[in-house]
Nanobody, 123 residues
Framework: QVQLVESGGGLVQTGGSLRLSCAAS????????MGWFRQAPGKEREFVAA????????YYKNSVKGRFTISRDNADNTGYLRMNSLKPEDTAVYYC????????????????WGKGTLVTVSS
């Protein structure tokens, strides 16, 4: 079992920044890949970014490349999503997820999910 708890969401103006954290407990987080997903009101959940177990591979949704950075601290069992130059279309509930395979294979490969943190970007 892996328990994931997101934090760091909030209200920010267009162009602002936030850093989301995903605190993991339970099974060794350092062996899991981690992903961030988001779901805007009335829309389906979508992929945002992912990182493999070692941090050597990262993946991003095209629209966040250059603005968002995913990272992890395995010693602290925590993952992060740094979000810069935020836009109103980034408004969503952000979820972190863990894939016990250690590599990213899409949302369907994620074994554990957090409950999410709300990010609201005002125009």
């Amino acid at each position: 079992q892996v328990q994931l708890v997101e934090s760091g969401g909030g209200l920010v103006q267009t162009g602002g920044s936030l850093r989301l954290s995903c605190a993991a407990s339970g099974r060794t987080f350092s062996s899991c890949a981690m992903g961030w997903f988001r779901q805007a009101p009335g829309k389906e959940r979508e992929f945002v970014a992912a990182i493999n177990w070692s941090g050597s591979l990262t993946y991003y949704k095209n629209s966040v490349k250059g603005r968002f950075t995913i990272s992890r601290d395995n010693a602290d069992n925590t993952g992060y999503l740094r979000m810069n130059s935020l836009k109103p279309e980034d408004t969503a509930v952000y979820y972190c997820a863990a894939d016990t395979s250690g590599n990213y294979y899409g949302a369907s490969g994620m074994d554990y999910w957090g409950k999410g943190t709300l990010v609201t970007v005002s125009s």
